[in-house]
DNA sequence: ACTACGATTACCT
DNA sequence: GGTAATCGTAGTG
C-alpha cells in the first residue's frame, strides 16, 4: 500500500480512508487532496538536506508517519518508499466521515466544510500532533488508513494534478494532486490557481470506481 | 543562546 | 485582496 513509487502512492492514496481513534472517539475523513514530496531532486522536500532530528521519520519504513509543526499547527505525511530514500505524502485535505460532531468540538466551527480542508485543519480536526510522529499506520490501532465505505450511489471521479501550496522552490512540479470539483479541496480550488500563476492541468478518468458521497 | 523562517490559518478591508 | 499570529526547527555565533 505504501512502500513503492511516491507518485503512485500519492495517487493510490486518494478516496481512502484516514481513521483517528482517541480515548474510545473514532475520527474519520476521506482524503481528497494529496501533495507528493520527493527526496532526489526535489528541493521542497523537507529531506532535500538529508536527515535532521525533525525529518527521521521521512527516512523511516513506508507507512510511518511523519507529522512536523509549522506555524504553530501540524501537518500529517505518509512516508513512502523504501527506507532510507526519505520520500513522504502530505495529506492536505478530507472529506469529513466519522465523528462529526468531535471534529466540530475539536475545530470550533460546525461548518463542515472547514473541518478538514488544509493539512493543518484536519490534524487539528483528528486530534493529530508531534506524539504521532513515526507512527506505524500499518500496524496502529490509533491511527490508520483503510478502504473507504461503502455508501450510497457509486461515483466516477476525476483527479487534477497541480503546482503544490505554499512551497518557495520546486514550484513547476505537478505533485499536488486533488479530487475534481471536490468541495473538501483547499486552496480556493481554480482561481486561486489562476491568480497565482500556477500550472495545473486536467487529467484521464481514474477509470477506478469508488463509492464517495460528496458533500453538498 | 539567538534569530529567522515556514509543506498555515484566521481574520481584516 | 492582504497580513498578523504563533512556535518548533535549523542555522549561526
Known sequence: MFAGDTLQVARRLL?????????????SGIIVEVESYLHQDDPASHSFRGPTKRNQAMFMAAGTLYVYSIHAKFCLNVVTEPAGIGAA???RALQPWCGIETMQARRGTTNLRELCTGPARLCQALDIDLTADKTDLVHSESIYIQQPPRVVTDTQWQITESSRIGISRGQDALYRLFID??????????????????????????????MLRFVA
Open 15 to 27: 478516496g481512502t480512508l484516514l481513521v483517528s481513534r482517541r480515548g474510545g472517539v473514532t475520527t
Open 89 to 91: 505524502v502530505l495529506i
Open 181 to 210: 470539483g471536490h468541495t473538501c479541496v483547499s486552496g480556493l480550488a481554480r482561481s486561486h490557481r489562476q491568480k497565482r500563476g500556477w500550472l495545473f492541468k486536467e487529467c484521464e478518468a481514474s477509470g477506478t470506481t469508488i
